[in-house]
């Protein structure tokens, strides 16, 4: 169950508390789970060192991770992406804010297996 997400009122209409603050006084507000806020797919994130794509809405840990996604003004699927030697380049992982993608470093995680 998200519990992060928008709401919908009586009537189905979503109602993104978020956005809704936003619409009223130009900024997210402070009774948010965290500060940042995507007003296209209602996610929130936490740390300004975390990337947002305004274009496909994923969420990577890192400007680095989000680069890697982009070539040119396209978007690349993350978990489509392999390196050179086959391995995938990217690792998701479920947070409490949503999934988010991250490059991974193969020389930190030798064994990534074990990772399931
Ligand atoms: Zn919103
Ligand atoms: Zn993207
Ligand atoms: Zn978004």
Redesign the pocket.
């Known amino acids: 169950m998200d519990t992060t997400g928008p709401d919908t009122d009586s009537s189905g209409t979503l109602v993104c508390k978020a956005c809704a603050h936003a619409d009223a006084h130009g900024w997210w507000g402070t009774d948010l789970p965290a500060e940042s806020h995507c007003q296209d797919c209602h996610r929130y994130w936490r740390s300004h060192r975390e990337a947002h ?1 305004a ?2 809405c ?1 969420h990577f840990a890192s400007n680095a991770a989000f680069d890697a ?2 070539v040119g003004d396209d ?1 690349n699927d993350p978990a489509a992406l392999a390196r050179q030697d086959g391995r995938p380049r990217f690792a998701r992982r479920e947070t409490r804010l949503g999934s988010v993608w991250s490059l991974v470093n193969y020389r930190e995680l030798p064994d990534f297996d074990a990772l399931g």
């Open positions: 794509c274009s496909c994923r996604h982009r978007c």
